[in-house]
C-alpha cells in the first residue's frame, strides 16, 4: 500500500487559516470514510486531532476541521497560533483492512 | 492520566534481534486493540502491527512479516514487539499506539493514544 500524498509544508501568519491536504486513491481515502489526522511536535507523542473524516476528539479545539472529497481529504486550521507550529499526518483505512499515512507536512507558523 | 511508555530500543547489527515494550497506565489495557507504529528518519508514519484485547489476533505489514512478532501481556498491561533478522530499513522510532475503539471485536482505523516512541537504529 503506498502512502498518501501531503504537502510537505505549509505555512501561515496567526490568526490566519490554512488547509493540509491528503491525497489518496479509491482504495483507501476515496473508498472509504475512515480518514484520521494527527498532530505530531517532534520527541513527543502524536496526538489525534480528527477521526473519521470530520469528528473531532473530546478536548481538541474547534478551530480544526477535517473534510473530504472524492481521493482527497483535507485538514483545516483556523486562527492558526504559535503552539499549532508541528507536524501533521493523515491516516486512511485500506481495503487490505490495516491502516496508510501520509508522508507528514510540517506546519511553520510565520 | 492514560500513559503509553516505550522502551528496549537501541543501537543493533544487521540481522540482530531486538524487543521492545510498551508499558500501559490509566486505561483498561485489556480492553484495547494495541498497535506498533514506526517512523524512519525524515519519513512519514508507517503501521507495523497489531493485536486484538486477549492475543489471539495479530496482523502484520508485508515489510515485517515473517520477522517481527507483537504480543501482550494483560496482567502486566505491557505490550511487545519482538523483532528479529533486522534490516538497515527497519531503523526508525517505534511507537506504540491505542486503538480507538473500546471493547471492540474489530480494530479501528485511528488511533487514540500514542506513546513517545524508542529509537530503533540498524547498523554495523
Known amino acids: 500500500q503506498s502512502a498518501l500524498t501531503q504537502p510537505a509544508s505549509v505555512s501561515g501568519s496567526p490568526g490566519q487559516s490554512i488547509t493540509i491536504s491528503c491525497t489518496g486513491t479509491s482504495s483507501d481515502v476515496g473508498g472509504y470514510n475512515f480518514v484520521s489526522w494527527y498532530q505530531h511536535h517532534p520527541g513527543k507523542a502524536p496526538k489525534l486531532i480528527i477521526y473519521?473524516?470530520?469528528n473531532r476528539p473530546s478536548g481538541v479545539s474547534n478551530r480544526f476541521s477535517g473534510s473530504k472529497s472524492g481521493n482527497t481529504a483535507s485538514l483545516t486550521i483556523s486562527g492558526l497560533q504559535a503552539e499549532d507550529e508541528a507536524d501533521y499526518f493523515c491516516g486512511s483505512y485500506t481495503t487490505s483492512t490495516t491502516v496508510v499515512f501520509g508522508g507528514g507536512t510540517k506546519l511553520t507558523v510565520l | 492520566e492514560m500513559q503509553l511508555v516505550e522502551s528496549g530500543g537501541g543501537l543493533v547489527q544487521p540481522g540482530g534481534s531486538l524487543r521492545l515494550s510498551c508499558a500501559a497506565s490509566g486505561f483498561t489495557f485489556s480492553s484495547y486493540w494495541m498497535h506498533w507504529v514506526r517512523q524512519a528518519p525524515g519519513k512519514g508514519l508507517v503501521w507495523v502491527s497489531r493485536i486484538n484485547s486477549d492475543g489471539s489476533r495479530t496482523n502484520y505489514a508485508d515489510s515485517v512479516k515473517g520477522r517481527f512478532t507483537i504480543s501482550r501481556d494483560n496482567v502486566k498491561n505491557t505490550l511487545y514487539l519482538q523483532m528479529n533478522s533486522l534490516r538497515a530499513e527497519d531503523t526508525a522510532v517505534y511507537y506504540c499506539a491505542r486503538d480507538g475503539g473500546y471493547g471492540s471485536a474489530y480494530p479501528y482505523s485511528w488511533f487514540d493514544s500514542w506513546g513517545q516512541g524508542t529509537l530503533v537504529t540498524v547498523s554495523s
Open positions: 473519521d473524516v470530520s
